[in-house]
T-cell receptor, first 114, second 113 residues
């Protein structure tokens, strides 16, 4: 039972570098989400997708890009890493809208920008 | 401007007693509420939810109460067990609006032996 798998678990980037955070789910869920959690704060929605080929912005999308070419995968791209993007990133999936089905979360990617 | 507030950063409760975690919200458009539990180095795990048409939802040891007029909800855990020690997040959204999910900052619950 893999559920939602995020890679890598940890990463250190230099300012201006780019990287892709990977997220894969094996539950055939239509909905997928990316959140960030800053120290002492709640989770904030970055982007979400209701199905392959469809993505929408959440509360804090600036500095990020996403794509959803398959049902299983929902990568998050940082093009020009900035110190403000130091955070823990969580990917989640659900069968339908959060008000109809609970979200399943991955274990997170801890990202530091130095 | 916090739309979902968990005003207690931490809470300590004796094993076997009741744990009560509180959450307040300001946005009257919220009509669906969730509680998640999080252990260190893991992702949040869904615990229980409630829609605004109800004032109580129960699942085993966990009960969520919603007071719409006060814009307040609470999570009761009875009896509290050592494995309940975790961070608990309250979240809210308008029904079927996944782009409007707002999380509180969390409350760290310590269950004392």
């Amino acid at each position: 039972n893999a559920g939602v798998t995020q890679t890598p678990k940890f990463r250190i980037l230099k300012i201006g570098q780019s990287m892709t955070l990977q997220c894969a789910q094996d539950m055939n869920h239509n909905y997928m989400y990316w959140y960030r959690q800053d120290p002492g704060m709640g989770l904030k929605l970055i982007y979400y997708s209701v199905g392959a080929g469809i993505t929408d912005k959440g509360e804090v999308p600036n500095g990020y890009n996403v794509s959803r070419s398959t049902t299983e995968d929902f990568p998050l791209r940082l093009e020009l890493a900035a110190p403000s993007q130091t955070s823990v990133y969580f990917c989640a999936s659900s069968k339908a809208s959060v008000s109809n089905q609970p979200q399943h979360f991955g274990d997170g990617t801890r990202l530091s920008i130095l | 401007d916090q739309q979902v507030k968990q005003n207690s950063p931490s809470l300590s409760v004796q094993e076997g007693r009741i744990s009560i975690l509180n959450c307040d919200y300001t946005n009257s458009m919220f009509d669906y509420f969730l509680w998640y539990k999080k252990y260190p180095a893991e992702g949040p795990t869904f615990l229980i939810s409630i829609s605004s048409i109800k004032d109580k939802n129960e699942d085993g040891r966990f009960t969520v109460f919603l007071n719409k007029s006060a814009k307040h909800l609470s999570l009761h855990i009875v009896p509290s067990q050592p494995g309940d020690s975790a961070v608990y997040f309250c979240a809210a959204s308008p029904m079927n609006r996944d782009d409007k999910i707002i999380f509180g900052k969390g409350t760290r619950l310590h269950i004392l032996p």
